[in-house]
């Protein structure tokens, strides 16, 4: 199927007349005719009722206007995505959103990289560990750590980031470390606001252990903090104490009777359709990053 048919018939529903669509694209109405007449021939169907006045679209015509467009916006989409790469590199204004700690130990060095790669291109980066309503707001892509529910967004899987319960290895030593998840009874918890109840899983079950502590924090930061400094048990993700884990300022803490959650980290983006070449790199670039150590 010929696009520039597609177009010349988008442009005759826009403007009504085979006339003006034709005067538009600097065609005659004789070629405007015989245009739209090898597009029908090719769908065989009629497009448009025509009178010596006017143009108006047929019900097939109303059902392939939408189609059409689509097809034309892809083709703008592709062209936009390579010429970005090959005139200039990555350009425009990316919108980000992620959580505070992954965002500032990932995402901010991440985004450094690429604006030096790519002089003409700019990075709005929102931290929080609240979730953000990226419609609402223009994101351009949420980097979030959750189990997704159900949702008109498109979301994609970066890296694999399950909790850990970890602790600062002088806490080890002095209190030692719960074998089960009974046993965590006993030990001081260091929990995230409106997170009282930590999440495993036995035997398939998932599980919801109720814990308590002295310390209780609005963020993931400073329960990390608070729990290097050896204040006691902490659950968090992988990526959010990789380096911790990696320098030894953190241990894992297995339980004998259960796992942790198997989270993951995704790109969460508004639509599938028209994601511009800048979020289709930085997805890429975090899905490599991820798959490394850390450091």
Same mark, same amino acid.
């Given at each position: 199927?010929?696009?520039?048919?597609?177009?010349?018939?988008?442009?005759?529903?826009?403007?009504?007349?085979?006339?003006?669509?034709?005067?538009?694209?600097?065609? @005659?109405?004789?070629?405007?005719?015989?245009?739209?007449?090898?597009?029908?021939?090719?769908?065989?169907?009629?497009?448009?009722?025509?009178?010596?006045?006017?143009?108006?679209?047929?019900?097939?015509?109303?059902?392939?206007?939408?189609?059409?467009?689509?097809?034309?916006?892809?083709?703008?989409?592709?062209?936009?995505?390579?010429?970005?790469?090959?005139?200039?590199?990555?350009?425009?204004?990316?919108?980000?959103?992620?959580?505070?700690?992954?965002?500032?130990?990932?995402?901010?060095?991440?985004?450094?990289?690429?604006?030096?790669?790519?002089?003409?291109?700019?990075?709005?980066?929102?931290?929080?560990?609240?979730?953000?309503?990226?419609?609402?707001?223009?994101?351009?892509?949420?980097?979030?750590?959750?189990?997704?529910?159900?949702?008109?967004?498109?979301?994609?899987?970066?890296? #694999?980031?399950?909790?850990?319960?970890?602790?600062?290895?002088?806490?080890?030593?002095?209190?030692?470390?719960?074998?089960?998840?009974?046993?965590?009874?006993?030990?001081?918890?260091?929990?995230?606001?409106?997170?009282?109840?930590?999440?495993?899983?036995?035997?398939?079950?998932?599980?919801?252990?109720?814990?308590?502590?002295?310390?209780?924090?609005? @963020?993931? #930061?400073?329960?990390?903090?608070?729990?290097?400094?050896?204040?006691?048990?902490?659950?968090?993700?992988?990526?959010?104490?990789?380096?911790?884990?990696?320098?030894? @300022?953190?241990?894992?803490?297995?339980?004998?009777?259960?796992?942790?959650?198997?989270?993951?980290?995704?790109?969460?983006?508004?639509?599938?359709?028209?994601?511009?070449?800048?979020?289709?790199?930085?997805?890429?670039?975090?899905?490599?990053?991820?798959?490394?150590?850390?450091?």
């Amino acid at each position: 199927m010929d696009l520039g048919d597609v177009a010349l018939f988008c442009s005759i529903a826009s403007i009504g007349s085979l006339s003006g669509a034709g005067r538009q694209a600097g065609l @005659s109405p004789m070629a405007v005719s015989r245009r739209l007449a090898a597009l029908e021939k090719e769908l065989g169907v009629r497009l448009f009722h025509r009178t010596t006045r006017s143009v108006s679209l047929t019900s097939d015509g109303e059902t392939f206007l939408p189609l059409g467009q689509s097809m034309l916006e892809a083709r703008e989409a592709a062209a936009s995505a390579f010429a970005e790469r090959r005139e200039a590199g990555l350009s425009g204004v990316l919108k980000i959103t992620a959580p505070n700690l992954i965002g500032r130990s990932i995402v901010v060095p991440l985004a450094v990289r690429l604006m030096a790669e790519n002089p003409l291109l700019k990075v709005d980066l929102t931290l929080s560990d609240g979730i953000v309503d990226i419609v609402a707001v223009g994101i351009d892509v949420a980097i979030r750590v959750a189990t997704l529910q159900e949702s008109g967004l498109i979301a994609v899987k970066v890296a #694999d980031n399950p909790r850990i319960l970890c602790a600062a290895p002088g806490h080890l030593r002095a209190y030692g470390a719960p074998q089960t998840l009974a046993e965590l009874d006993d030990h001081v918890c260091l929990t995230i606001h409106a997170m009282d109840a930590w999440v495993f899983s036995r035997a398939g079950e998932r599980v919801a252990k109720r814990v308590a502590g002295r310390l209780s924090a609005s @963020s993931v #930061d400073a329960v990390r903090a608070a729990c290097r400094a050896g204040a006691g048990f902490a659950l968090l993700t992988y990526w959010d104490v990789a380096e911790d884990l990696a320098n030894g @300022s953190l241990v894992a803490v297995p339980i004998d009777d259960a796992e942790t959650e198997p989270l993951a980290i995704w790109a969460v983006l508004p639509t599938r359709r028209h994601v511009p070449a800048r979020v289709r790199h930085f997805i890429d670039e975090m899905k490599v990053r991820l798959s490394k150590s850390p450091g």
